[in-house]
């Protein structure tokens, strides 16, 4: 990119690439799931249910032993079609970074996985769109307050 983009412009430019048939209904149901997450005191070890966002289970875990025991890549987040030690049915959120951000990591892996499951696009492509959506609603959320 020659210039930089507001969070706004990297938005409407993820769901200008997103594939055909992921209405935005889709997107903006996944965010809102996302923000009902309830947060939880961090434990050495833990693995502890903080909501569902669509249709998968949403875990505070200890990203430090997810690091030690399964690999180093992990960070801040994660799901079962990246990463084969989390469940399909799960999504992981590193429960060591600030709680109000836990909502923003569960929306991206939602998306994320979402796009790769249903979709079939590579992790590089998902990854990308759901970065890109991840930014802009983190930008929603902060103008809303």
């Known amino acids: 990119m020659d210039r930089l983009h507001t969070a706004s412009q990297l938005l409407c430019l993820a769901r200008e690439v997103l594939i055909d048939g ?3 209904e889709t997107i903006t149901s996944l965010a809102v799931e ?3 997450l309830h947060s939880v005191p961090f434990q050495k070890g833990m693995k502890e249910l903080i909501g569902v966002v669509g249709g998968k289970k949403v875990y505070a875990i200890d990203g430090d032993e997810v690091k030690v025991k399964h690999t180093m890549d992990f960070v801040e987040g ?3 079609l990246v990463y084969d ?3 399909r049915d799960e999504l992981w959120v590193d429960a060591r970074i600030k709680s109000q951000d836990w ?3 569960a929306f991206h892996e939602a ?3 979402l796009l790769m499951e249903k979709y079939g696009l590579s992790y590089d492509e998902a990854h990308a769109r759901a970065n890109a959506l991840e930014v802009g ?3 929603r959320v902060a103008s809303a307050v």
């Open 111 to 113: 998306v994320e996985s």
């Open 137 to 139: 609603e983190i930008e």
């Open 85 to 87: 030690f989390v469940p």
């Open 34 to 36: 996302s923000r009902n």
């Open 103 to 105: 909502p923003h990591i």
């Open 78 to 80: 994660g799901n079962g």
């Open 22 to 24: 992921l209405p935005d």
